[in-house]
């Protein structure tokens, strides 16, 4: 048996303070200030220190200028378990040819079927069905829409364990794939897109159940004058979004606010709420020096990635310092926090019986934070990581 003692606790009923968890293979058995500590326990003591559930990323492509998934994938998920990331999708990029997308989608579904990638719960896609209108690079390997030929191959190179799957809703004219996604109980996500009101809600009624990071790479409703008219707002897939209550939301909060506004990040916040709000953190590979760039707010992007053509792509961002900087922009409790950073986005891709609060029952993966919110310490299925 091993057990956390003076633990500040961070449980789906709030913060408890002076806390004792037991956990024993794996799985935690018992959480609560009064929990009696066996003699023979093995006893970490957190010495008031937030214990939270280890942070779930369901939005992760690399590790800030490493690796990506299809070409080192342990290193990549052990980066971020190292910064507190217990589970994760391994995200495959729109930006590739179909055989490239194939080929590397199986070389990560390997990896995960051969246990080499724990905390990496299943292949997930961002597109490549999108809008080309709509995201870094997007129209380099744009597609004309869902195609059979390649969506197929990829639901079978990875047995249809899929963590979430995102295409643009006004790129599936006949609806046949939001169908297919629906009919094969694959969690949906909408995003890269300049889909409208009636689009957004289509693909919702289909089963959609994601926004894929709230705000970015999302445009405006065309087809109407709105945006001409003195005085009115133009419809945006952001809001068309943000008012579907099915919907849960990635948001990539970086140190800057440059993905999300500040602002825009408290709106999504007061109006869907921590149970509908889940923090990601899109980390990519960098192939570059910032410091080549000329302007200052490419060399001072710590979090922040860039292409080659200087487009906003990605982030560097780590969970841990996701985790801090929604708190800083938004005013958010630790533990409305923690629910976005693991409970909200375990439930958003159906792994919530396992992982993402501490519950009886559940793995053991908690992260220690100090009271300045630094990760101090991660415990991945009962075992201390070590740096």
């Excluded at 080309?132 to 990829?154: C, M, T, V």
């Amino acid at each position: 048996m091993n057990a956390i003692i003076n633990a500040k606790a961070v449980l789906p009923g709030g913060v408890v303070d002076n806390a004792v968890i037991l956990y024993e293979d794996g799985r935690i058995c018992a959480v609560g200030r009064d929990v009696e500590v066996p003699a023979d326990a093995k006893v970490l003591d957190a010495k008031g220190m937030w214990v939270g559930p280890g942070f779930v990323d369901i939005h992760i492509h690399g590790d800030g200028g490493k690796w990506r998934w299809e070409t080192g994938p342990e290193q990549t998920a052990r980066h971020h378990l190292r910064h507190g990331t217990t589970t994760m999708v391994a995200t495959m990029s729109y930006g590739q040819t179909p055989d490239s997308l194939l080929e590397k989608t199986k070389i990560v579904q390997e990896k995960i079927d051969a246990g080499l990638l724990p905390n990496v719960y299943a292949v997930a896609f961002e597109g490549p069905f999108i809008n080309p209108q709509r995201g870094a690079n997007s129209k380099a390997f744009a597609r004309p829409g869902p195609d059979p030929k390649e969506y197929l191959p990829l639901y079978e190179a990875t047995h249809g364990k899929i963590g979430q799957w995102m295409y643009a809703p006004e790129m599936d004219v006949d609806g046949s794939f939001g169908d297919f996604l629906r009919e094969k109980g694959i969690t949906t996500a909408i995003g890269h897109s300049n889909a409208s009101p009636a689009q957004v809600r289509g693909a919702v009624d289909k089963g959609a159940t994601i926004t894929t990071h709230l705000y970015d790479a999302m445009g405006c409703c065309h087809g109407n004058d709105s945006w001409n008219i003195t005085g009115t707002i133009q419809e945006s897939m952001a809001a068309s979004c943000l008012v579907c209550s099915e919907l849960t939301h990635e948001i990539i909060p970086d140190s800057r606010g440059v993905h999300v506004k500040p602002t825009d990040m408290l709106l999504a916040f007061k109006l869907a709420g921590p149970d509908h709000i889940a923090i990601i953190t899109d980390s990519t590979i960098c192939n570059y020096d910032p410091a080549d760039y000329p302007a200052d707010h490419f060399r001072s992007t710590i979090d922040l990635n860039y292409n080659e053509k200087e487009e906003l792509s990605g982030s560097r961002l780590t969970m841990d310092l996701a985790f801090v900087n929604f708190m800083k922009h938004t005013g958010a409790s630790v533990s409305d926090t923690f629910r976005m950073a693991a409970t909200t986005p375990a439930r958003a891709i159906g792994v919530d019986k396992e992982v993402g609060s501490i519950v009886p029952g559940k793995y053991a993966n908690f992260v220690m934070l100090d009271a300045d919110f630094k990760l101090q310490q991660v415990i991945f299925r009962g075992e201390v990581v070590a740096d």
